[in-house]
């Protein structure tokens, strides 16, 4: 058994450490069977597990029921009776530990309660479990067996969480401060385990004091729940349970709890011992809504999720209290409105007389004045009172309409419904806006043709109609407005339709409220109550009807009234009695309905109200008259004022801020007036454009507004307006304010002209060095400009205490002061003194200046000296920088010239045709003063339809890079004669660079094409890679590995590269010039270079050079150029290729091939027997000096012939000729003889020997040299 304990963890060492003796069970070695085995599986099992064992039932547990549940009880409880163990819960466990031990029978039970004492205190904890019998070796029950899992988490946070939970839900409905805490309270009183009291306090508006808002568990008389707390820690009473001060800065505290028995408990047999203050937050606020108290529960720790809990409680109160105040705060707002739009239309109700009676008096006198005939008025007073009466109706009608606004809302207008012809009704009403339609340029059309009745109040159906076509008529620009009556489904419809602006949808709903208006929509003037449309909503459900618009934005709007049938729906009292329907119904023109047309009408163009009176001429004003645009949509409006600004001032108008930009689009005012209200762009909207336009910012506004007091001043300024002027106003106010800000713009005009005049001088003073200065002879003074005290670095203070002769002494160089002295000595009366001297200021910097002066002569005598200076350092420095660049460039543009004089006698001139080739070349010298004579190309022709290409670049300037250009140029045709691979050509050069001395660096590929076995060899000396340009793709060529270095670098060693060639290859061959740009990476200039090619490729050969130049190259290209384009063509002429591998047939195999071959060409026949015998002997002597196979190949071009003979021997070095193997043989000379050219070429793995002879001209020989 110990061996058992000895390898179980924890638990097993400790099992090991118990005095086993001095139990019941005494030796462990000598245990029953069956409790070894029970021990073993507890041990090693994961799940939370104890045992006791015998009539004590020994306490056993495992390493899990350690760590989850026995806490400071272990390892003491190991070996001891169980009911010491868990003595605390004896009493809730023992009946179930005895029904297992008697009967045989295992209990469950799940998440109960049980208060264990394992960390130090009395713990609320929740366990499932379940007791087992063990049977000893012989059957009996001799202990039992604990499986359990502790659910104390999950126990609590289901209970809190449903707690917040139903918290949420009933708050959520409450709809006031005191019902959410009422809520609240009665909610968390349920949770009384982990809430054994809760009491909510909320401060009041000053913060000043908590009262106390509702209780939870607790008593409102308890002592720990007072009604009030004091926020002053002054005030605070010795016994208040709650830092309310505290609080009111937000800062949660725990406090604790007298040890008092009576304090409220929960569910719980013992009080709590702490509670938790947690402020109740308020969103945006530096003080919170109030606080909450939070009893805790003793027998569970205060940990962060308890924490957490009692702080969502108070967010949920938060959120509570935030909600029904602004609720409560709406209510208020709501009420208040009711009581205030109440107050308002008592007001207009009861105050008819008193605002109809001075109407009365203002229209009655006007109208007698207008059309008195015994004593007219002159034209102009004439003019005066038409504004008057015109105006006096206009608000009249607004009177009116307000009134029997008011009257509706208050309940105290009363009508007389009649049956009447509402067809023929609003025919007459609409047929008064003939004229004002006829004016807008518009059709109206009245379509109410069929007699509809309807009861109706005659008076209010006309202030319907008149409404409605007048608003129609104030939307429409062009089109129609269509007034139409009809009766549909026993109703009477009235439609007045436009095709206007349209209403956009989202203002539909809102079409029918008072003072609404449409944001942006164009109209033709902003004038108007703002109740027509609502007066219009009004006067219809008094009659029982309803009316509606529909609208689309653009097209137009129809507004619809319908009327029901009968008079069953209308009060019996206010229903007149049946009458013919036709009965006085020729429509009155009341003051009202012609105050409505007349409005109408001042809307439209060609109202006589206001702009341009006939019978007062317009007189231009002079040119110096300052301009005044006055922009109001109210025509009287601008007649007033531009009746009053006229005699003073040029005066334009504008209806609208639209027009007015228009306006000063044309020509800037020197002023704006402006109204608020306009359409289409209002005053603000004017004056934000004006002050955005840099022409238009600074033109003075006056802002005309009937918004007056402070606040509408303070707005019309802060937007940017000059100035506020609230209607109504005098003439004599409008003129003040219009002169005084006329004067102060142009006195701030000149000011600005002034400081900028000054401000250019003093800026051209210093950037030219120029000032002025003045010698005092009498007073022995010195006076000049900013500029020259700062130049010489003195203030003129200093200048004053030195005094003139000192002054000049202390600036003036010592080597020209005499000079300065003759200067000044000679100075003659209109003559002027001109010279330049040498100033050293305090900076020790000697300056040069050019000084200019005259002598000012008073009364005969000399009194001032007075003058200019120039710093002229400078600019004499410059001078001279100018005539040395001058002459630099002159050497610059010799070199140039030798250079170029040079390149071009170096350059070469092919004077051969290309074997399957067409080659085309370009070349550029650099821009003047830049590097010129360094780049170079060449084509050599090397035989057997071999050509050598080569171009390079040598790093260098003028004639002596061209110099080296020329050795290098004419090394390399040396070299080529010789036929040596490009690799060793190369490495001939880079001997000869270095050679030359002088540190030159120089670049260049070498390439060989083979038209026989269409392919391009080539080597690099640290040059661009050539380009190989295929249709369908762009490669650059790869580069040799590894790459060679330049020539002349010290070191060299360059491989070859060979690419096999199609027909239609081109191969590109360039210098860095064509390419290379500043500022841009060198392989984008290549693959731009690569593309182009690409996209020329049907282009001549010939013509493409100059297309890539002009494409490539711009003004900033300052290099040499040099370019080879390489295009495979597809040659007139046939090939045959031929292996020999056979040595015993070969040679006649290869003399019976040409033979036929030949005859098939056409050739003559001693043309044919001389290349046969060439044949035989060049097989013959490849046999003799390797093995098989030889390759013989023979190839037409035109009217050439080239014979070629390769075996694959291993040759000696490569710089050992191949002829070197036949020399003084009998094969080599025969072929000298017999053909035009040939040679022989060798690699490391094999030789060939080529030949070319002409199908029709006789063969010269070309005799071998003499022997040495």
Not at 521 to 541: F, K, M, N, P, Q
Not at 960 to 981: E, I, N, S, W
Request: some cysteine; aromatic content about 6%.
């Amino acid at each position: 058994m110990r061996e058992t304990f000895a390898s179980s963890g924890r638990v097993g060492a400790d099992l090991l450490e118990v005095d086993w003796d001095a139990t019941p069970l005494g030796d462990p070695e000598s245990w029953p069977v069956s409790l070894k085995n029970t021990i073993r599986i507890m041990l090693t099992s994961k799940f939370s597990m104890w045992m006791g064992w015998g009539e004590q039932l020994t306490f056993f547990c495992n390493d899990a029921y350690r760590r989850d549940t026995l806490g400071t009880k272990y390892p003491w409880a190991l070996g001891r009776p169980a009911s010491e163990v868990w003595s605390e819960i004896w009493a809730d466990i023992e009946p179930r530990v005895e029904r297992v031990m008697a009967t045989g029978e295992a209990t469950w039970d799940e998440s109960l309660l049980l208060f264990l004492e394992r960390s130090g205190y009395v713990e609320e904890t929740y366990h499932t479990f379940s007791y087992s019998p063990l049977a000893d070796d012989q059957g009996a029950v001799a202990g039992l067996f604990c499986v359990v899992t502790e659910d104390t988490q999950q126990v609590v946070a289901t209970s809190r969480m449903a707690t917040l939970r139903d918290l949420g839900i009933r708050i959520g409905a409450a709809r006031d401060e005191q019902a959410a805490v009422t809520e609240a309270c009665q909610q968390l009183a349920l949770d009384d385990r982990s809430l054994p009291f809760a009491l909510v306090y909320l401060f009041d508006a000053a913060g000043e004091r908590a009262w106390r808002a509702g209780t939870a568990g607790v008593s409102p008389d308890h002592p720990i729940a007072p009604a009030t707390l004091s926020t002053d820690p002054a005030q605070a009473g010795p016994g208040d349970p709650w830092p309310a001060a505290e609080l009111w800065d937000g800062a949660p505290k725990v406090v604790d709890l007298p040890a008092d028995p009576d304090l409220p408990r929960g569910a719980w047999p013992e009080p709590p011992r702490q509670a938790y203050v947690v402020p109740i937050a308020q969103a945006a606020a530096d003080h919170p809504y109030g606080f909450l108290v939070v009893g805790l529960n003793r027998y569970r720790p205060f940990d962060d999720a308890y924490r957490d809990f009692v702080e969502l409680v108070a967010g949920h109160l938060s959120a509570a209290v935030s909600d029904a105040r602004a609720i409560e705060a709406e209510r208020e707002r709501a009420e208040s409105l009711t009581r205030l739009d109440q107050a308002k239309s008592d007001f207009f109700a009861n105050v008819s007389h008193e605002l109809r009676t001075p109407l009365t008096l203002l229209l009655g006198p006007a109208e007698d004045a207008l059309t008195d005939r015994t004593t007219p008025l002159p034209p102009p007073q004439e003019r005066r009172v038409a504004t008057i009466a015109r105006n006096g109706q206009r608000m009249l009608q607004l009177v009116n309409t307000l009134l029997d606004f008011s009257r509706l809302e208050s309940g105290r207008g009363r009508a007389s419904y009649r049956r009447t012809d509402v067809a023929r009704l609003s025919a007459e009403l609409a047929s008064m806006f003939v004229s004002a339609a006829e004016r807008a340029g518009l059709e109206l059309r009245i379509e109410c043709d069929r007699s509809v009745e309807a009861y109706v109040d005659r008076d209010q159906w006309s202030k319907i109609v008149l409404n409605l076509v007048s608003n129609a008529l104030k939307f429409t620009f062009e089109g129609a407005v269509t007034v139409r009556v009809s009766e549909e489904d026993g109703r009477a419809v009235l439609r007045v339709s436009d095709t206007g602006t349209g209403v956009p949808e989202a203002d539909l709903p809102r079409l029918f409220e008072r003072f609404h208006r449409v944001h942006g929509s164009r109209s033709r003037t902003h004038e108007g109550s703002g109740i027509g449309l609502a007066l219009v909503d009004e006067l219809v459900r008094g009659h029982g009807g309803t009316v509606s618009a529909a609208s689309t934005l653009g097209e137009g709007s129809t507004f619809t009234v319908s009327l029901p049938s009968g008079s069953e729906h209308l009060p019996p009292d206010e229903v007149e009695p049946d009458g013919p329907a036709d009965d006085e119904l020729a429509v009155a023109e009341d003051g009202q309905t012609r105050g409505l047309v007349d409005q109408t009408l001042s809307w439209l163009p060609g109202d006589d109200g206001g702009d341009d009176a006939p019978d007062r001429p317009d007189t231009a004003a002079p040119a110096e008259t300052a301009r005044v645009l006055v922009v109001d949509d109210n025509s009287d409006m601008r007649a007033y004022i531009g009746e009053l600004l006229r005699p003073d001032y040029d005066v334009q108008v504008a209806t609208d801020g639209l027009e007015a930009l228009e306006a000063m689009a044309q020509r800037v005012p020197d002023l704006v007036l402006s109204d608020v209200m306009m359409p289409r762009l209002d005053g603000f909207g004017l004056l934000r454009r004006m002050r955005d336009d840099p022409v238009l910012a600074t033109v003075p506004l006056i802002m005309l507004s009937a918004r007056a007091g402070e606040e509408g001043t303070l707005e019309g300024l802060e937007a940017g307006a000059t100035d506020y002027l609230a209607k109504p106003f005098s003439a004599r106010e409008l003129l003040a304010r219009v002169r005084v800000h006329l004067e102060l713009d142009r006195e701030q005009r000149l000011r600005h002209v002034l400081e900028q005049s000054q401000e250019l001088l003093d800026q051209a003073q210093r950037l030219a060095r120029v000032g002025s200065w003045e010698i005092d002879l009498e007073r022995d003074t010195i006076t000049a400009s900013p500029v020259f005290y700062e130049l010489m670095q003195m203030t003129p203070a200093e200048m004053d205490e030195l005094g003139t002769t000192r002054v000049i002494a202390s600036l003036v160089h010592p080597d020209d002061l005499d000079d300065v002295y003759r200067q000044l000595g000679s100075a003659v009366p209109g003559e002027v003194v001109e010279y330049e001297t040498r100033v050293v200021p305090r900076d020790g910097r000697t300056r040069l200046f050019h000084l200019r002066g005259e002598v000012v002569v008073d009364r005969g005598e000399t009194r001032v000296l007075r003058g200019s200076f120039q710093d002229v350092t400078e600019q004499r420095a410059t001078q001279r920088r100018l005539v040395s660049a001058e002459a630099e460039r002159e050497s610059a543009a010799r070199e140039r010239r030798i250079a170029e004089q040079l390149q071009a006698s170096l350059l070469p001139v092919r004077d051969f045709d290309l074997d399957a080739l067409e080659v085309a070349t370009f070349y550029r010298a650099g821009v003047e003063g830049t590097q010129v004579g360094g780049d170079w190309y060449d084509v050599i022709r090397l035989g057997a339809g071999r050509t050598a290409f080569v171009i390079g670049d040598v790093m260098g300037r003028g004639v002596p890079a061209a110099a080296v250009m020329g050795q290098l140029r004419a090394a390399v045709r040396a070299y080529a004669t010789l036929d040596l691979p490009p690799a060793e050509v190369l490495e001939h050069l880079d001997r000869l660079v270095q050679d030359l001395g002088g540190s030159q660096i120089v670049t260049s590929v070498y390439a060989v094409h083979d038209s026989v076995r269409r392919t391009l060899t080539y080597a690099n000396a640290g040059h661009l890679p050539p380009l190989l340009v295929r249709r369908g793709e762009v490669s650059i060529a790869a580069e040799v590995e590894p790459t060679g270095p330049p020539l002349g670098a010290g070191y060299f060693g360059a491989g070859e590269e060979s690419l096999d060639l199609e027909v239609d290859d081109v191969v590109v061959l360039y210098t860095d010039g064509l390419v290379e740009r500043r500022g841009s990476d060198l392989f984008a200039g290549i693959d731009r270079l690569a593309s182009m090619v690409r996209a020329h490729l049907d282009t001549p050969l010939q013509e493409l050079p100059a297309t890539l130049a002009g494409e490539l190259l711009d003004g900033d290209a300052d290099d040499d150029i040099a370019l080879v384009l390489v295009r495979t063509v597809e040659t007139a002429g046939h090939s045959m290729h031929l292996r020999l591998a056979q040595v015993d047939s070969a040679v006649a195999t290869a003399r019976r091939a040409v033979r036929d071959q030949l005859r098939d060409w056409g050739a003559r026949q001693a043309t044919i027997d001389d290349l046969v015998l060439v044949t035989s002997e060049l097989v013959t002597n490849a046999l003799v000096h390797a093995r098989p196979p030889v390759d013989l190949r023979l190839r037409r071009s035109g009217d050439d012939v080239v014979l070629e003979v390769e075996d694959h021997a291993l040759l000696r070095p490569r710089r050992r000729r191949a002829h070197d193997d036949d020399e003084g043989g009998r094969g080599l000379n025969i072929v000298q003889i017999l053909v035009r050219d040939w040679g022989t070429r060798s690699t490391e793995t094999s030789k060939t020997v080529w030949c070319s002879v002409r199908l029709d001209d006789p063969v010269l020989p070309v005799l071998p040299p003499p022997p040495d």
